[in-house]
């Protein structure tokens, strides 16, 4: 810690707000509490603490050394130069919040674009712009149900093969609240085809949440689920990777009410997890319970373009007790490098990133699959993907993988009891030929050793 201030100018600050010392500023904790004997190292130079913070950066695993198989909601994507460097221009990275539109035009432009490529992207009529991740999406979806229906239908189905998190998250952001998750208990026939969720629904359900491609890669067609859902008078909502809607038809074409999804694949690194992009678009009758910003596009009085936050009355900073959602933090800079990504790749680069995760992910599954001991768990397409059954623990097989700088797929029995033995594999545009050549020749090698 490197402490700027002289005691000269501590004694000047603690004299303006009042005080002797430091002892009577934190006069109102516990003596017991204060100033506890820390076990802390000796103090160090500039110059011996970045030696120290090298030699902890040194130890991480990283995605320039290591060949990656890990997906299960965040991807090793390419991310265009480009993108960071816009980004990280000044009149971006410090932007703050718009609350003053007429003055923060570059900001709502970039947020309109950013929108404006979400609905196309997705098939819908509104996005907003944002929320913190896609897990977070999937809770403010069961949010705006709740709104809509105004709490008299209180009961979500949630596929069992959406992302696990993602029902943690929104359980946990809707505890207590009367709302009743069903469809996912621990017992679920994951292999069912989700169509079977309809057998679940009644008068009293108000959302149907589904993964696309869900959680295990697989890709299914929702139209006739959506329609069922419709016949009951609730909503359908789909949680997507919206690199795989590049290949593969928008939600909004088979009925899709909500779409959510993640949105770390559209220009944004790993990054140890965060800060990550949550999508949210729905359809136009729905607006008006959305949260997150939404930025309209108009002409001013001299006839110039011009962008102005719209249905701000429904934000915290408004009329909070009015709000469907107090989220009002967009993570604009996510927004915005997402919006870079999606421009710089147009729509056939988009189809091109997606045809390459698809074709090399199957080839790996061709190749795994004829390994003694592995086999695929499911004969349903699969976009980037697919779960193979092992000989081995998976938690002990990617131990084996890291000796060989290879960073292994998603251990499955984590989150499904029922998968001991299964393993999460996913193959993105940076997976090379010989990498996941290699992958299988050093599965072959760790089992039958």
């Given amino acids: 810690m490197f402490l700027p201030h002289t005691e000269k100018e501590r004694q000047e600050m603690l004299a303006t707000i009042g005080v002797k010392s430091i002892e009577e500023l934190f006069a109102a904790i516990p003596e017991k509490y204060r100033f506890p004997d820390l076990n802390l190292p000796s103090a160090l130079t500039e110059m011996e603490a970045q030696e120290v913070v090298s030699d902890l950066a040194l130890r991480n695993d990283n995605l320039k050394e290591m060949i990656c198989f890990l997906g299960a909601g965040a991807y090793n994507h390419y991310v265009p130069a480009v993108v960071d460097a816009i980004i990280r221009r000044g009149e971006f990275l410090t932007a703050y919040t718009p609350y003053q539109a007429e003055v923060s035009q570059g900001t709502l432009q970039a947020i309109f674009d950013y929108q404006s490529l979400m609905t196309a992207l997705t098939g819908m009529d509104?996005?907003?712009?944002?929320?913190?991740?896609?897990?977070?999406?999937?809770?403010?979806?069961?949010?705006?149900?709740?709104?809509?229906?105004?709490?008299?239908?209180?009961?979500?189905?949630?596929?069992?093969?959406?992302?696990?998190?993602?029902?943690?998250?929104?359980?946990?952001?809707?505890?207590?609240?009367?709302?009743?998750?069903?469809?996912?208990?621990?017992?679920?026939?994951?292999?069912?085809?989700?169509?079977?969720?309809?057998?679940?629904?009644?008068?009293?359900?108000?959302?149907?949440?589904?993964?696309?491609?869900?959680?295990?890669?697989?890709?299914?067609?929702?139209?006739?689920?959506?329609?069922?859902?419709?016949?009951?008078?609730?909503?359908?909502?789909?949680?997507?990777?919206?690199?795989?809607?590049?290949?593969?038809?928008?939600?909004?074409?088979?009925?899709?009410?909500?779409?959510?999804?993640?949105?770390?694949?559209?220009?944004?690194?790993?990054?140890?997890?965060?800060?990550?992009?949550?999508?949210?678009?729905?359809?136009?009758?729905?607006?008006?319970?959305?949260?997150?910003?939404?930025?309209?596009?108009?002409?001013?009085?001299?006839?110039?373009?011009?962008?102005?936050?719209?249905?701000?009355?429904?934000?915290?900073?408004?009329?909070?007790?009015?709000?469907?959602?107090?989220?009002?933090?967009?993570?604009?800079?996510?927004?915005?490098?997402?919006?870079?990504?999606?421009?710089?790749?147009?729509?056939?680069?988009?189809?091109?990133?997606?045809?390459?995760?698809?074709?090399?992910?199957h080839y790996a599954a061709q190749k795994i699959a004829a390994i003694e001991g592995f086999s695929l768990w499911s004969d349903d397409p699969f976009f980037n993907e697919f779960v193979v059954e092992t000989p081995l623990p998976p938690a002990e097989l990617n131990e084996k993988l890291l000796e060989y700088g290879i960073i292994g797929g998603y251990d499955l029995s984590q989150d499904y009891p029922a998968l001991q033995n299964h393993i999460l594999f996913a193959v993105t545009e940076m997976n090379s030929k010989e990498e996941i050549d290699y992958l299988v020749s050093t599965l072959a090698e760790v089992c039958h050793a």
């Fill in 126 to 361: 509104v996005s907003n712009a944002s929320h913190y991740d896609g897990a977070t999406a999937v809770a403010e979806a069961v949010t705006m149900a709740n709104a809509h229906f105004r709490g008299k239908r209180n009961r979500v189905i949630l596929s069992p093969a959406l992302h696990p998190h993602y029902r943690q998250t929104a359980r946990t952001y809707h505890a207590n609240t009367g709302i009743q998750f069903i469809g996912d208990d621990p017992g679920a026939d994951l292999q069912a085809h989700p169509d079977h969720l309809a057998d679940l629904l009644d008068e009293n359900t108000a959302l149907v949440i589904v993964q696309y491609p869900d959680f295990f890669g697989r890709i299914y067609n929702y139209t006739q689920l959506a329609e069922k859902v419709h016949q009951t008078g609730a909503l359908f909502a789909v949680s997507v990777n919206p690199i795989a809607l590049g290949l593969l038809k928008a939600p909004g074409e088979f009925g899709a009410d909500i779409v959510t999804g993640e949105g770390q694949p559209l220009g944004i690194p790993l990054s140890y997890g965060g800060p990550y992009l949550g999508i949210f678009t729905t359809r136009k009758e729905f607006v008006r319970k959305m949260a997150g910003r939404l930025v309209g596009e108009t002409v001013d009085n001299r006839g110039q373009k011009a962008y102005v936050l719209t249905l701000t009355a429904r934000e915290q900073h408004i009329r909070r007790e009015k709000a469907t959602s107090n989220i009002c933090t967009n993570q604009g800079l996510m927004a915005l490098a997402a919006a870079v990504y999606l421009s710089l790749v147009g729509k056939h680069g988009l189809r091109q990133v997606a045809e390459l995760c698809y074709h090399k992910a």
